[in-house]
């Protein structure tokens, strides 16, 4: 997870990312992938965002892409096994995201917790406030200061968490901040959940598995998060992350690749839009 020097304010990451959401609903044609303004809202970012060079619309199409059908994935994800009375929602690193006010009707039916570290979390919760939106009883804010106090259970369970009842785990774009003692230590974690738990976390493929005419992009990403001082850490192979996953405990390991979200959510469109490769999702059931 990346270094906030600013205790309460997002994440650089986590704002980027949000901003990245909601370009995709300003200038991507319709139909949309995910429509996000709200955080958009609550980060309230200088007149001029949309020409910072990190927001060029040619530059980032297939970072947004990729962005909008991560989420829009998990929340699809979220609606199925709600639908089959799942009432748990975790986000790990949770940073701006903002199902919970975008999807209140489904949200209210579930009991929501967001875990992020303690700064940026009560920066939105501030923020939530000032904006209207509110923090309602089934939104559960949880902080957990990552590198101080790793035992996120434990503060899922002062916040309300019922151990006893599966949950859906949610953690995206977060796995490549982490060293793989880590992510071993998160994926047994939530191994440990009730059965019919569910895990869906995002990790990023080395960049050979990154295809020819994408790679040189790809490693200019990495080359600058190292230089943010936000290092990719870890990267896995789809065949490595499906043996973690295994290895923790999960009965069920999938692996879904970018061209299967590219099938579901880009298919027939006429503008070319697609994720760019190099985040694939782990899929694991408890």
Do not use: C
């Amino acid at each position: 997870m990346s270094q906030n020097n600013h205790p309460e304010s997002p994440e650089p990451t986590a704002a980027r990312v949000s901003l990245w959401r909601a370009l995709h609903a300003e200038i991507d044609a319709p139909p949309h992938v995910l429509e996000d303004t709200i955080g958009l809202q609550l980060i309230a970012p200088e007149a001029n965002w949309r020409e910072r060079p990190d927001m060029n619309p040619q530059w980032t199409q297939g970072y947004r892409a990729a962005i909008v059908a991560r989420a829009r994935f998990v929340e699809d994800l979220v609606a199925e096994k709600a639908g089959q009375g799942l009432a748990q929602y975790v986000l790990l690193g949770a940073g701006v995201d903002t199902f919970a006010q975008r999807r209140a009707d489904l949200a209210a039916r579930l009991t929501v917790f967001e875990v992020d570290q303690p700064g940026p979390q009560a920066w939105k919760r501030r923020r939530l406030e000032e904006e209207g939106f509110g923090v309602p009883a089934w939104l559960r804010l949880v902080p957990v200061d990552f590198e101080a106090d790793g035992d996120w259970r434990a503060r899922l369970a002062l916040a309300g968490f019922d151990a006893g009842r599966p949950a859906l785990v949610a953690s995206t774009g977060v796995s490549m901040y982490l060293t793989r003692e880590a992510i071993v230590a998160t994926l047994a974690t939530v191994a440990e959940l009730a059965p019919g738990s569910v895990l869906a976390m995002t990790f990023l493929l080395p960049p050979a598995l990154v295809p020819e005419g994408e790679r040189a992009q790809y490693e200019m990403v990495m080359e600058r998060a190292r230089a943010a001082g936000t290092p990719f850490v870890s990267l896995f192979r789809p065949e490595e992350m499906l043996a973690l996953g295994r290895e923790a405990g999960f009965g069920k390991v999938e692996h879904v690749s970018t061209e299967e979200l590219t099938q579901r959510y880009f298919s027939g469109r006429a503008d070319g839009l697609r994720p760019g490769s190099g985040e694939e999702f782990l899929v694991a059931t408890v």
